[in-house]
């Protein structure tokens, strides 16, 4: 047995309990001690019942649930027999995707949408099948999902490549075409936003605008290496950036504007804020349609990215921190063991209140 968090359905919350300890069930599957985890804002959404295959699952083995969690650091105590990359005892990164690495999409470099995932979305740990908030996890398609840790790094930067760094790299910086001498301008400071900071950082723009109606999200922002900072609550945003940007040698706008938030609002400021040429880089998951001022971009030469994460870019982000031009270590502002997990998501789920950022649960 081992202790997991596990979502027991909808309005039944999550609690800390003894399952059984996973096992090894497909040839390419490893199973892993859990040295480190964190939580996910989309564990908050399935927590809240926003995540019907979640829910249908947890309610499928009553009292027993789903164990979440789809971000982690393990050490492998077994490998399926067509595991060939790793054996026991190496510390690995284990990706919020599980790629087959075989399928049309995974050979497309667009593992987010696998078709030998159940969901056919890449993403199935904490998903539909059991999770990384555990003390052990089984990882499928191992040889694909997994990335061994290099000594003398920490797990608080580490774990952020599970899922964070690579949402905002892949989806807002790569899909948002970011070069050196650009301006950004990145709506949302959440961790995906920060995130997004971070990796935009290292393209050596010209300037970064951080957007967030929070000023402790801003201060952080600055902290983090934002030049200027804007909280559309108390200042035009589109205003202020538009005067920002003004120059004698072209029209002023953002170069890149990214949307780390998900709702209407904040992708409609992205077209304001955009200048000609500029690229509008959509990562917020949206859950209602917005107004496309396509009268106004057409003719600015305006393009527009969207996406999922696919984590291809992990290994070139664990690149980045090794040579020390990212430091996501930043980003974890909390730490708990992993028995304290209940009191992990109530500091997570109120950052208003608790300034969190990312939480990081560890073994010892
Ligand atoms: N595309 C992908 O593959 C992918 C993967 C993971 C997460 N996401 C999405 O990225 C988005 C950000 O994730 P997160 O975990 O950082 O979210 P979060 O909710 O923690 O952070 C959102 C931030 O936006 C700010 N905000 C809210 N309303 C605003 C407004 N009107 N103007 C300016 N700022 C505002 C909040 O203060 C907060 O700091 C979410 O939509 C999430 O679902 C996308
Ligand atoms: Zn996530
Ligand atoms: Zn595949």
Redesign the pocket.
Known sequence: MMKALCYLGQNKGIRWQSVPKPKIKLPTDVVGKILATTI????LHIVKGHVPECTECAESQPERGLILG??GIIEIEETGSKVSKFKKGDICIVS?ISPCGECYYCKKNIQAHCRETDTHCG?ILGHTIDGTQAEYVRVPFADHGLYKVPKGISYDALIML???LP?AYEVGVLNGKVKEGDTVAIVGLGPVGLSALISTKSMNPAKIIAIDMDDSRLEVAKRMGADEIINPSKTDAKEKVHELTASEFKNSGVDVAMECVGIPQTFEMCEDLIGPGGHISNVGVHGSAVQLKLQELWGKNVTMSTGLVSAYSTAELLQKIVDGKIHPESLATHHFKLDEFEKAYEVFSDPGKSKAIKVVLTSE
């Open positions: 996910c804002g989309t564990d789809h971000e919020c993403w599970s899922d964070i949402t």
